[in-house]
């Protein structure tokens, strides 16, 4: 699939395809499967790393991080349960919570969604694991139709990091729009999802 | 428990994006932590980060075998620091039914407890006899009220025990706790409250609110 021209450029990561994460972290988890593993690694990390550098952490440190986040999930794979949102979602969280300890060196209330998996039952149906990848596809294909001025403020808290007061001082906006467009933005998501309910 | 009030979309969103200021996460996370329909609707916001994370150029990364085995040497993740439930003073003391707390009166039937933590913002747990009112205030910044026993109400509507209350700077108002039981509730204020009283202004500083 892949043509050459993109080959040549730097390091391109393969894209996401739900079924198949889901697959790696079923893999890593039964079997502790190494090779499972790299390939969870060279589709993620790369990406994890560029999170944490557009949230203002250095190369080298978003490296370490971008690692360790992979490693967590190797980890605590047993514990993975699509009730609570795809492969992605569940690297996203520790990504996140990683940051805001390392980083902002406070402490996340955030839970990690492997807390939750524990209520619940470990083997997820095969529909459910469906159901998960296709509505991440959904809210994929929702956020990038977003008009240019809602996915910039989604963006900006989401990939800078920046609170609605320091996106409203970024863009030169009142308060009061910056989040009328976060909740838009957000009421455009749901209704795209609507009919996966 | 029955939850009728919830948080906004705009908190949520700021919740799961790990932006929204320290003591309104602490909040948050408990209200998220008694309430499903928050739990999911979380889920939803964060999928819209990995939806984003996915979209992002790939950047060169070192092989993933040095790079485990090294970690792997230094044993195994402190996941307990990666926060949650189990940190979460407001949880921990729900657990132990708030006792042994070192109130202080704030006022007539009012009393306060504040909740250092690291972070932007202010926490602080409120007990208030059946009746009591909270002086008329506004807000500089956001402000979640979680109530954790009995309830009040406002000009906003009746808070029972679970709900949240999701105000930001534009709302004025003077809470009150209902007549039977009272309310014990968690407040998070992005930035220190305004009185409008001279009296409360002035008492502002003992305070602390």
Redesign the interface.
């Known amino acids: 699939m892949v043509s050459d021209w993109v080959s040549l450029r ?4 393969p894209k ?1 395809s739900y079924s198949a994460m889901t697959e790696l972290l079923a893999r890593i988890a039964q079997r502790t499967d190494p090779a499972a ?2 390939e969870l ?2 589709s993620y ?7 944490l ?2 949230r203002g952490v250095d ?1 080298a440190t ?2 370490d991080l ?3 986040t ?3 999930v ?3 794979a047993a514990l993975f349960s699509s009730e ?3 492969a ?2 569940w ?11 390392r980083l ?10 492997a ?2 998996a524990a209520e619940t039952s470990p083997e997820p149906l095969p529909d459910a694991v469906v159901a998960e990848s296709e ?2 596809l959904r ?2 294909a929702a ?2 139709q977003l008009p240019a001025e809602q996915k910039r403020v ?2 900006l ?3 800078e ?6 996106i409203a001082a970024r863009l030169g906006l009142p ?2 729009t910056v ?1 009328s467009r ?2 838009i933005a ?2 455009r ?2 209704a795209a ?1 609507e009919d996966l309910k | 428990m029955t939850i009728t009030h919830h948080l906004g979309s705009e908190t949520l969103l700021s919740f799961a994006a790990g932006t929204l200021p320290s003591a309104l996460s602490a909040v948050a996370g408990a209200h998220i932590a008694m309430c499903r329909h928050c739990r999911d609707e979380l889920v939803w916001c964060e999928r819209i980060g990995a939806a984003l994370l996915e979209g992002l150029p790939a950047m060169p990364l070192a092989d993933a075998e040095p790079a485990v085995a090294s970690l792997r040497e230094a044993g195994p993740p402190d996941l307990a620091r990666l926060g949650g439930n189990a940190s979460n003073p407001i949880l921990r003391l729900a657990r132990d039914d708030f006792a042994d707390i070192a109130w202080r009166r704030i006022g007539i039937g009012l009393w306060h407890r504040p909740l250092p933590l690291k972070g932007q913002g202010a926490l602080q747990l409120i007990k208030a006899a059946p009746g009591a009112a909270v002086p008329e205030h506004s807000h500089g910044g956001g402000e979640l009220t979680l109530i954790l026993r009995g309830a009040m109400s406002d000009t906003t509507g009746r808070y029972v025990a679970g709900d949240v209350a999701d105000l930001d700077e534009e709302i004025e108002h003077t809470p009150i706790a209902d007549a039977g039981e009272g309310c014990l509730c968690a407040i998070a204020n992005e930035v220190p409250t305004r009185f409008h009283s001279l009296l409360a202004r002035l008492l502002q500083p003992w305070h602390g609110l």
């Open positions: 730097a390091r391109p990561a996401v593993f790299h690694y060279q990390g790369p990406r994890v790393k560029v999170y550098v557009r190369a978003a490296e971008a690692q360790e992979l490693l967590i190797w980890r605590r609570r949102g795809s992605s979602t690297i996203f969280t520790i990504a996140r919570n990683l940051w805001i300890d902002r060196k406070e402490v996340p209330w955030q839970e990690l969604p807390a939750h509505l991440q809210v994929r956020v990038a989604i963006e808290a989401y990939l990091g920046l609170s609605h007061g320091e308060l009061g989040k976060v909740r957000y009421q998501m749901r999802v």
